[in-house]
């Protein structure tokens, strides 16, 4: 993910890096690469757990936005993605399916007597 970052030195004391758009951080060090160092550590604390993507907002000016369309959103792809399919012409793979079958109807059955 790219942030922009305004870098200001403070009166020979030291670097101020501050993020120009949300979230408003900043962060203060001795040296330029101390404050970029403090600054990316505090956003990626910041983004822990979240998912970030990129839309097309069309600019004033630009093909109207048709409000019934919804945005495009840029997804990332399934952990499972590389993997799909994977196992279809394995011989056993029917045997696999059914077996979990099996399974989850077995399953469902004693969660219906619980209730």
Not at 15 to 42: E, N
Not at 53 to 75: A, C, F, K, M, Y
Not at 91 to 106: F, G, W
């Amino acid at each position: 993910m790219q942030v922009s970052v305004v870098i200001k030195q403070m009166n020979g004391t030291g670097f101020c890096a501050s993020t120009m758009s949300p979230p408003l951080l900043s962060a203060i060090g001795p040296t330029r690469d101390a404050a970029l160092a403090t600054l990316r550590d505090q956003l990626a604390e910041q983004f822990a757990g979240e998912e970030v993507v990129n839309i097309d907002v069309p600019l004033r000016g630009e093909t109207q936005w048709n409000s019934q369309t919804p945005p495009t959103v840029e997804e990332p792809l399934s952990p499972w993605a590389e993997i799909a399919g994977a196992f279809k012409n394995d011989p056993d793979y029917a045997e696999v399916i059914e077996h979990m079958n099996v399974y989850r109807e077995q399953r469902n059955r004693e969660l219906e007597g619980m209730f």
